[in-house]
C-alpha cells in the first residue's frame, strides 16, 4: 500500500544553518510523482516541486534543493542558510498513476527558524 | 495566490446540522480536489472529479458528498455533522489530465468548527 513516513515531526534550527527535511515513500507502482508542498502559519498549502519516478536527477531552486533517491525511497528537501520566513510546516506527497490525482500527504515536519 | 476560491474562509455549526463548501477552481483547470486536514488524521483526500464526473475516492464518509457543476466550479455537503468533522477543509485543482502527475493547486481553506 502507498504510504508517506516524514519521521521528523517538529525541527528547530537558527536562522542560517542549513536543514534537511526527510521523507521516505512506499509504493508498488513503477510510475508515480513526488511532491513537497509548504504551509505557512497562514494555513494556505504552497507547492513547492514536483517530480517522477523516471528522473532522478538532484534540483536546486535558490536556497532550496531537493534529492531523490529511488534506491532508499526517499525525497529529502534541504533548505540553504535558513531563513524566518522558511518557518513553516512542510508536507511531502506521493501520487500513483493508477490512482487519478489522490495525493497521499506525510504527517509534515514543522520547521521553526530562529533569528 | 493560487487561483484557486473557496467559501467561506470559516463555518461555525452545530452538531446535526449540514454545511456546503463551494470551490472554485483556477481558469482552465478540469480536475477538483477535496481534502480535511485535522490534527489527529493529518491531510487525507476525500474526492477527485474531472469535468463533472468522480475519479477517485478516498476515505470520504457516507455522510458527505460532493459534485462538480458544469462550470466547473464544486461543492462539499457534509450533513449530520459531528465534532469530529471539525477540521480545516481545502480544495485544489489540477488540469489538463487530471492525473497523478498534475500539480495541484490549493486554495485557502475553509476552516470547519462543529459545537
Known amino acids: 500500500a502507498q504510504k508517506v513516513t516524514q519521521a521528523q515531526t517538529e525541527i528547530s534550527v537558527v536562522e542560517k544553518e542549513d536543514v534537511t527535511l526527510d521523507c521516505v515513500y512506499e509504493?508498488?507502482?513503477?510510475?508515480?510523482?513526488l511532491f513537497w508542498y509548504k504551509q505557512p502559519p497562514s494555513g494556505e498549502l504552497v507547492f513547492l516541486i514536483r517530480r517522477n519516478s523516471f528522473d532522478e536527477q538532484n534540483e536546486i531552486s535558490g536556497r532550496y534543493s531537493w534529492n531523490f533517491q529511488k534506491s532508499t525511497s526517499s525525497f529529502n528537501f534541504t533548505i540553504t542558510a535558513s531563513q524566518v520566513v522558511d518557518s513553516a510546516v512542510y508536507f511531502c506527497?506521493?501520487?500513483?498513476?493508477?490512482?487519478?490525482?489522490?495525493?497521499?500527504f506525510g504527517q509534515g515536519t514543522e520547521l521553526s527558524v530562529k533569528p | 495566490d493560487s487561483g484557486v476560491t473557496q467559501t467561506p474562509k470559516h463555518l461555525i455549526t452545530a452538531t446535526g446540522q449540514r454545511v456546503t463548501l463551494r470551490c472554485s477552481p483556477r481558469?482552465?483547470?478540469?480536475?477538483v480536489y477535496w481534502y480535511q486536514q485535522s490534527l489527529d488524521q493529518g491531510l487525507q483526500f476525500l474526492i477527485q472529479y474531472y469535468n463533472g464526473e468522480e475519479r477517485a475516492k478516498g476515505n470520504i464518509l457516507e455522510r458527505f458528498s460532493a459534485q462538480q457543476f458544469p462550470d466547473l466550479h464544486s461543492e462539499l455537503n457534509l450533513s449530520s455533522l459531528e465534532l469530529g468533522d471539525s477540521a480545516l477543509y481545502f480544495c485544489?485543482?489540477?488540469?489538463?489530465?487530471?492525473?497523478?502527475?498534475?500539480?495541484?493547486?490549493f486554495g485557502p481553506g475553509t476552516r470547519l468548527t462543529v459545537l
Open positions: 485544489a485543482s489540477s488540469g489538463p489530465q487530471g492525473g497523478a502527475g498534475d500539480t495541484q493547486y
Open positions: 509504493t508498488r507502482d513503477t510510475t508515480y510523482y
Open positions: 481558469s482552465g483547470d478540469l480536475s
Open positions: 506527497a506521493l501520487s500513483e498513476d493508477n490512482q487519478g490525482g489522490k495525493l497521499i
